[in-house]
């Protein structure tokens, strides 16, 4: 199970965003650059969020985009979910299969599944950002002119 190009990079520019809170707004151009991700990709991600209520814009100068809400408040199940649909595993076997073997591939794959679910919604973006600074991994900084 691989996340979407489209969840992937979401989840990279809203990490940014939340190791910013709450400061200014930051232009997408920007966090495509900080991120190393398309622009125009970019954007459609930011406006999906947007529109899902995780972010707030602000056009004109000093314009761009910031979290709507505190990081601690932002679950990372539902930025997910918004972004990718549900996680599933791919069951690859119908529930109407007789097979005994059929059967416990398919109540595998459901309990991956509901455990994805559980870890991803037990996970809010302030506890992802706090593991990411953990792990060495905010090395780089966004810099404004």
């Known amino acids: 199970m691989r996340l979407s190009k489209r969840t992937e990079y979401g989840l990279r520019a809203v990490v940014q965003l939340a190791r910013l809170w709450p400061r200014n707004f930051v232009q997408s151009k920007d966090l495509s650059q900080q991120e190393e991700l398309p622009n125009k990709f970019l954007e459609s991600i930011l406006l999906a969020l947007r529109r899902g209520g995780f972010l707030e814009s602000k056009v004109g100068s000093g314009g761009g985009y910031r979290l709507s809400r505190a990081p601690k408040d932002i679950g990372v199940g539902d930025l ?66």
């Open 80 to 145: 997910i979910r918004r972004l990718e649909g549900r996680l599933t595993v791919k069951e690859g076997v119908s529930k109407g299969e007789a097979s005994p073997g059929k059967a416990a591939v398919r109540l595998v794959n459901e309990k991956l599944t509901e455990a994805m679910d559980q870890v991803l919604d037990a996970m809010t973006l302030e506890e992802l950002v706090e593991q990411v600074n953990r792990a060495g991994g905010a090395n780089q900084e966004m810099y404004y002119i």
